[in-house]
């Protein structure tokens, strides 16, 4: 058995999650980093949020393209918005506790935000002309069978 170096986390937060893993595996909790494991672990949700925001801000962004932009849809705009819905569904039904994060009013107006300046970069048009608010329910923007239309 190698024996634990007790790598700071500063140092090499690989090494050092490699070696904490090992002590827990090993129970030896006299090993444990616990500050720095509770802080990890916190961090897992947050970065399962992250993906949920990064995800609903594209499809948004795509849904705005669609519906701002009509004369330019497209098979790729097509399937972001189609693949972004089933990647969506996967992550809530692999943590369901993420559905309540849709809830959120300021995590969905900060995503809603990112969404605009998303669309905006790759449409020329200027942000305010786009609602300050999604005009879509998120019953709406989840189904396959949404298409906004003009």
Known sequence: MPKMLN???????????QEQARALRERDFSKLD????ADEIEDVGKSEK???ANRMAVLLA???KWRWQPERRSAS??????HQRERIALLIKGTPSLKAVLG?????QDMWLDAIAQASK??????GAFPGASP??????LSADFWPDA
């Open 7 to 17: 790598t700071p986390y500063e140092t090499d937060v690989i090494l050092w999650s």
């Open 34 to 37: 616990i500050e720095h494991l």
């Open 50 to 52: 992250r993906e949920l």
């Open 62 to 64: 795509h849904l705005l």
């Open 77 to 82: 705009w097509r399937r972001t918005i189609d």
């Open 104 to 108: 959120e009013k300021d995590w969905r």
């Open 122 to 127: 790759e449409t020329g048009i200027d942000e």
């Open 136 to 141: 879509w329910d998120l019953t709406e923007t």
